[in-house]
């Protein structure tokens, strides 16, 4: 098994390429982790890398990101928020380093649905800074 610094590597390899495939091998490979892993680092980890991959399919087939209006949800979008919102919950204190890293693609995630009012109280942290 693949330790968490090299999955997140090629995570990066994946999205900065734009290959789909990869993209879709390793977001399998993720979720398999997520389903087997109970250490909570690990899976806040596991969730963050998810989520930006989801954002980077969402990005490949241009999903329509108000479709949520008329039935029609964006579902890569819609996983990259609920992804970033679960690492959001779990992180250990000591990894708070990244808590401003998934705040922001939260809140770049919900705003691209327009939905402005809900990220305000995620942006605040980029304003306070």
């Not at 390793?26 to 980890?45: C, H, P, T």
């Not at 087939?61 to 029609?72: A, F, K, Q, V, Y």
């Not at 959001?88 to 939260?106: Q, S």
Request: charged content about 30%; glycine content about 2%.
């Amino acid at each position: 098994m693949k330790n968490l610094n090299n999955l997140a590597e090629e995570c990066d390899e994946a999205i900065n390429t734009a290959s789909q495939e990869k993209i879709e091998i390793l977001a399998k490979e993720i979720q398999e982790r997520l389903n087997d892993s109970n250490k909570n680092k690990e899976k806040f980890a596991l969730h963050y890398l998810y989520g930006n991959l989801c954002h980077a399919l969402s990005t490949i087939i241009n999903e329509d990101p108000s479709g949520w209006r008329n039935d029609n949800y964006p579902d890569y979008l819609t996983s990259e928020i609920n992804h970033l919102r679960a690492a959001e919950k779990i992180i250990p204190d000591k990894e708070k380093i990244y808590k401003y890293e998934i705040e922001t693609n939260l809140a770049n995630a919900i705003a691209k649905q327009r939905r402005s009012i809900e990220v305000l109280g995620n942006w605040r942290c980029d304003f306070n800074i």
